[in-house]
């Protein structure tokens, strides 16, 4: 995530929340291909390693020194279960309108963050459609739609959520004709690169409803 601030110096607690998470949907994966075409002994060790960074992240990322994006990581991807403890203060952070919370979309840092906006300020306030997806999806596939103390939440954090960005999208098309590579989190409008139908053509699957 380019600029998005990291610990310094490094924190114990951080331990690069977001590369973890990757490897464990990596390992979850492999592990599901190994199952299908009847490789046991690997499906067995993908399921190890999965297992591991699952009892990693559980212990030692939380919290994130730089709250944001790296903060929702393991919800991000599914890795929580539905009854997850971290998955309440997770949904704090993302409804917190001192955090992340935008009438746009989730912001990339958390806006109490004293390095909110600074630098080239790219992964440190705006919005990207990209992640924004990935939460919608995480929160419709596996917290909306199952069982959990977090389910109602869930449902109406996602309809919020779904709304704010298809309005946010659509306005800033309106307005310049555009769809952009990302939108401020201060006033919703859009920046850098455009047209940018790479990621944030994602909102048509978000209007959809495919994740």
């Known amino acids: ?30 592990r599901g291909v190994a199952e299908e075409i009847g490789e046991t002994e690997d499906s067995e060790e993908y399921a190890r390693h999965e297992r591991n960074v699952l009892s990693s992240l559980d212990g030692n990322s939380y919290p994130v020194v730089h709250k944001g994006y790296i903060s929702l990581f393991p919800f991000l991807l599914g890795l929580l279960p539905p009854d997850s403890p971290h998955l309440g203060p997770i949904m704090d ?5 001192q955090h992340l919370w935008t009438p746009y979309g989730l912001a990339s840092l958390s806006k109490s963050d004293p390095l909110y906006g600074s630098g080239e300020n ?23 739609s199952k069982a959990g103390p977090h389910q109602q939440r869930a449902q109406k954090i996602y309809t919020k959520l779904r709304e704010n960005i298809i309005a946010n999208v659509y306005k800033e098309y309106q307005r310049t004709g555009y769809v952009w590579e990302q939108y401020s989190s201060v006033d919703g409008e859009g920046k850098r690169s455009h047209p940018f139908t790479g990621w944030t053509a994602l909102v048509t699957l978000i ?5």
Do not use: C, F, Q
Request: hydrophobic share 40%.
């Open 207 to 211: 209007m959809a409803e495919k994740y």
């Open 93 to 97: 952070l993302i409804e917190d309108p």
């Open 122 to 144: 790219y992964w440190r306030g705006p919005i990207w459609i990209n992640v924004n997806y990935l939460a919608l999806a995480s929160l419709h596939t596996n917290y909306a």
């Open 1 to 30: 995530l380019d600029d998005y601030p990291r610990a310094s110096p490094r924190h114990y607690g951080e331990l690069h929340v977001d590369l973890l998470s990757w490897i464990g949907v990596y390992a979850k994966t492999l």
